[in-house]
């Protein structure tokens, strides 16, 4: 089955910094979700990219599909305290429930 | 609009007895997704319910552990007879078709 791999595991970074996660499949996907969970809360969804290519901002994150539809990526530009959390980018095939991993747990030092 | 409700936020057991988690979905939500999270880890996939019909069970160990999602009510994931071992965050989420979830805050169980 699809295997969706998530670099680096861990990212520290200070205040102000940039911060990018990396998604890579081995496999073509139909479309990638991004999910953050912050320190003691619950995973909450931040977007879904369906197109090869797509590239959709929220803020300062910037959200890449590849053209390739095999790899996406998250990245957070100036990072502030509120960054922190763990970035998930789970492994979704059709009807099936979403697979999460360890996802990336970034966090920011002020 | 509310969200995900899940009960209780925080539920102590001793060992050996029954944990009852309860979760509503969001209103016009039929899929409803259960996942285990152990301190430091990742999401486990548990268990996938619609209404009235469980879709796929597979990560939800054989015994001890049940799932429902009746046509009226929330979902239940029941735990009989619960050991250390079952001390996790419990997870609900609901959505509709393949679209993003939205998880509910959680159930934090904690057993004696």
């Known amino acids: 089955g699809q295997q969706v791999m998530q670099i680096p595991q861990y990212q520290h970074v200070q205040e102000g910094e940039d911060f990018t996660t990396y998604c890579n499949s081995s496999?073509?996907?139909?479309?990638i979700q991004w999910y953050k969970q912050r320190p003691g809360g619950h995973p909450v969804f931040l977007i879904q990219?369906?197109?090869?290519?797509e590239v959709k901002k929220q803020k300062r994150l910037t959200f890449q599909f590849g053209e390739a539809k095999k790899n996406s990526s998250l990245h957070i530009t100036a990072t502030q305290t509120t960054d922190v959390g763990t970035y998930f980018c789970?492994?979704?095939?059709?009807?099936?429930?979403?697979?999460f991993g360890k996802g990336t747990r970034l966090s920011v030092i002020a | 609009n509310a969200g995900v409700m899940q009960n209780p936020r925080h539920l102590v057991r001793r060992r050996g007895q029954e944990a009852r988690l309860r979760c509503s979905p969001m209103?016009?939500?039929?899929?409803v997704y259960w996942y285990r999270q152990l301190p430091e880890e990742g999401l486990k996939f548990m268990v996938y319910?619609?209404?009235?019909?469980?879709?796929?069970e597979s990560g939800m160990p054989k015994e001890r552990f049940s799932a429902e999602f009746p046509k009226e009510g929330p979902s239940i994931l029941r735990i009989q007879q619960v050991v250390r071992g079952d001390s996790a965050a419990y997870f609900c989420?609901?959505?509709?078709?393949?679209?993003?979830?939205?998880f509910g805050s959680g159930t934090r169980l904690t057993v004696v």
């Open positions: 319910l619609q209404k009235e019909n469980i879709i796929d």
């Open positions: 990219l369906v197109k090869s290519g």
């Open positions: 496999t073509t996907l139909s479309n």
């Open positions: 789970p492994r979704s095939s059709g009807n099936t429930p979403l697979v």
């Open positions: 989420a609901s959505s509709q078709g393949q679209t993003g979830y939205t």
């Open positions: 209103k016009g939500h039929s899929h």
